[in-house]
């Protein structure tokens, strides 16, 4: 049997790895002898086959982990393992491939597989790694991990919080994403530190309940999420909190070029929504027309009935100079972010 688990969301696809492998010692091996796990990046093909091949030392149904085996230098290796599985006669043995390098991009309703590379860019993958690809994932038991959307990891969210023993209020659970983004193990890791949180203040189990404003107190989310924290003082004209923001976000190892990335496509939303309010659009048309999550959108909302029109076609019109000055060597991000904080 060959179970191949792939896809960018490796938190997920890690959790069904787990979860297989835990299975196999608690109901076939429970010394784990037939247990092989390979690194698949830096193995050999004559290793792989090694670890798949019979010995009667071993537990007599054996499970083999072939890891991220298509960032593997050896491009021969593709095409071996393509024949090597399609000759090879079926056994009791469980095979799986686990793949943390791969993402499905849709061209012309065709879905390819896509590597990512150290960085996080996308190559296509070459033409025996391709033919090795789809014959894993033809196969019965192949399982493809995409970024889940926002409403989906939300309801991953909740899940998750009752398999752990909680609840969370809807609400807290799409705020939980919007400040967070889809980055599984982010996610997992502020779940685990709101549950133990609540765990700690409650009496009973019954008691551990996630609010919307354990989210706010105690989740720090990504940058490119989590701008409307530093836009919602500006909002209010709290100029000092909005400096104290993005001095945290400068020592939290974020680059000036990035923040300021950051600042123009939130305000160019916030120009998008108070645009579409004014045309007569509801939150609910806005959120779909623009593509927003509804938090997001409710949250720009809020935010642009403290700007006008023209003030926020200014702030963006100062982002592309201080953009300029920087590159012509007038000045630099920081400085040019400060100043504009300052002058709202």
């Known amino acids: ?19 297989l492998k835990n299975k196999y010692l608690r109901e076939i091996d429970k010394l784990g002898s037939g247990l092989k796990i390979i690194n698949g990046a830096k193995a050999s093909f004559s290793e792989i086959t090694a670890a798949i091949s019979p010995s009667s030392l071993l537990s007599k149904k054996r499970l083999i982990i072939i890891e ?23 056994d009791d043995n469980i095979i799986i491939v686990w ?5 499905t991009k849709k061209f012309k309703n065709v879905l390819a597989p896509m590597l990512l590379d150290s960085s996080g860019k996308e190559k296509p993958l070459l033409k025996k790694q ?14 493809n991990f995409n970024l889940l959307s926002n409403t989906e990891s939300a309801d991953w969210v909740k899940r998750q919080t009752a398999l752990r023993g909680g609840k969370i209020r809807a609400k807290a659970a799409e705020m939980l994403v919007s400040l ?29 309940h996630i609010e919307i404003e354990d989210v706010q107190n105690l989740v720090r989310g990504n940058f490119s999420e989590n701008i409307f924290a530093l836009t919602d003082a500006l909002s209010v004209k709290n100029k000092s909190l909005a400096i104290k923001l993005l001095d945290e976000q400068i020592e939290a190892g974020l680059s000036d070029g990035y923040l300021l990335n950051m600042f123009v496509r939130q305000f160019r939303i916030l120009l998008q929504i108070k645009q579409a309010l004014e045309s007569g659009l509801n939150q609910r048309q806005i959120a779909g027309k623009l593509k927003l999550h509804p938090f997001v959108a409710q949250k720009g909302l809020e935010q642009t009935r403290h700007f006008t029109l ?35």
């Open 1 to 19: 049997m060959i179970i191949f688990l792939y896809g960018q969301d490796n938190f997920r696809s890690r959790l069904k790895l787990n979860e």
């Open 68 to 90: 991220d085996v298509f960032i593997n230098k050896d491009k021969l290796i593709f095409e071996n393992l393509s024949e090597y599985f399609k000759n090879k006669k079926q």
């Open 99 to 103: 793949e943390s390098n791969i993402k």
């Open 130 to 143: 391709t033919e090795f690809f789809k014959f894993l994932s033809s196969q019965k038991y192949s399982y």
């Open 180 to 208: 967070v983004g889809p980055d599984g193990w982010q996610i997992n890791n502020e779940l685990d530190k709101l549950l133990s949180y609540k765990a700690a203040g409650a009496l009973t189990q019954a008691e551990v």
């Open 310 to 344: 023209p003030i926020l076609k200014n702030i963006l019109s100062q982002l592309v100079k201080i953009d300029y000055q920087v590159k012509s060597g007038q000045s630099d991000y920081l400085t040019g972010l400060n100043m504009l904080i300052a002058s709202l």
